[in-house]
C-alpha cells in the first residue's frame, strides 16, 4: 500500500512562491499517475494539475503559467511549483496517487496567500 505525505504549505504574500512536495513510499507501481489537487472553504476540489510516471503533464487552464509540476521517479516525490500567487489560490493542496488498482490521497497541505 501506497502512503503520501504532503509538505511545504504555509502563509505568503501575495506575489510570492511556494514549493509543495509529495513524498511517497510503499508499493509504487511503474505505471501511475499522481497529481496536486485544492479545495478552498465552501468549494469543492479542483483539479490544479497531473504528471504521469512517464512525466506526461496536464494542468488546469487558470493555472498554466503560474504552477508547474514536476516529478522525481528515483525519489518517489511530486513537486508543484507555485508563483505570482494570489488570494484566490487560499486552499487545502491535497496530493493523489493513482494506478491500475488503486487510488489514494494525502492528509493536505494549507496554502494561505495574504493579500
Known amino acids: 500500500q501506497v502512503q503520501l505525505v504532503e509538505s511545504g504549505g504555509g502563509l505568503v504574500q501575495t506575489g510570492g512562491s511556494l514549493r509543495l512536495s509529495c513524498a511517497a513510499s510503499?508499493?509504487?507501481?511503474?505505471?501511475?499517475?499522481m497529481g496536486w489537487y485544492r479545495q478552498a472553504p465552501g468549494k469543492q476540489r479542483e483539479l490544479v494539475a497531473t504528471v504521469t510516471s512517464g512525466g506526461s503533464t496536464n494542468y488546469a487552464d487558470s493555472l498554466k503559467g503560474r504552477f508547474t509540476i514536476s516529478r522525481d521517479n528515483a525519489k518517489n516525490t511530486m513537486y508543484l511549483q507555485m508563483h505570482s500567487l494570489k488570494p484566490e489560490d487560499t486552499a487545502v493542496y491535497y496530493c493523489?496517487?493513482?494506478?491500475?488498482?488503486?487510488?489514494?490521497w494525502g492528509q493536505g497541505t494549507q496554502v494561505t496567500v495574504s493579500s
Open positions: 510503499g508499493i509504487i507501481f511503474s505505471h501511475n499517475v
Open positions: 493523489k496517487y493513482s494506478d491500475d488498482y488503486y487510488s489514494l
